[in-house]
């Protein structure tokens, strides 16, 4: 990724030792949060959380979701090197995919909550979790959520190594 991102506005993070705490180890942090199997990493960018989640979690289908096409053409590079099969790449917009669906839509670094679901509430199954990342919890983000969807939790969690306030917001349709 940090080969590629000379070349490609993957990420802004240059240094190894960072991107494999705030890439990596972020990333991971949600493997024991996913639900089903087939999950929707929407807006991937570089393919975090996406990608360490694929090698992690090889028994579930991974779509990466990401619509600049030199990023895709990026993550497509990277899953056939890493040879991973239960990943798909797919550039486009997530508001205008109408034939895909998840159990889990998992985000990190997306946006506002209500952007992340209004944008991509089609792609979540009937029952399925919409899994964001968040930093810091803006209570103006879950007060400003949409009508049919509510949050269920937020949990605070601890990346290894990472010196920052991570949290899962869990939101399903009510």
Do not use: W
């Amino acid at each position: 990724m940090l080969a590629a991102n000379k070349n490609v506005n993957l990420t802004g993070i240059r240094n190894p030792k960072d991107a494999v705490i705030k890439h990596t180890l972020d990333s991971l942090s949600a493997s024991g949060a996913i639900e089903g199997a087939n999950i929707i990493d929407i807006g991937t960018g570089g393919g975090t959380p996406g990608i360490p989640l694929a090698i992690a979690l090889p028994e579930k289908k991974f779509f990466l979701i990401e619509a600049t096409q030199k990023k895709a053409n990026f993550l497509n590079e990277a899953t056939k090197a890493l040879k991973l099969e239960n990943v798909e790449i797919i550039c486009e917009r997530g508001e205008n995919i109408t034939n895909l669906s998840a159990d889990t839509v998992v985000s990190r670094a997306f946006g506002p909550l209500n952007y992340l679901v209004t944008t991509s509430r089609h792609l979540v199954s009937k029952g399925g979790l919409f899994l964001a990342m968040k930093g810091k919890i803006n209570p103006d983000e879950i007060r400003g959520l949409i009508s049919g969807f509510s949050v269920l939790q937020i949990q605070e969690i601890e990346v290894p190594y990472l010196e920052a306030t991570r949290h899962f917001v869990f939101i399903k349709k009510t």
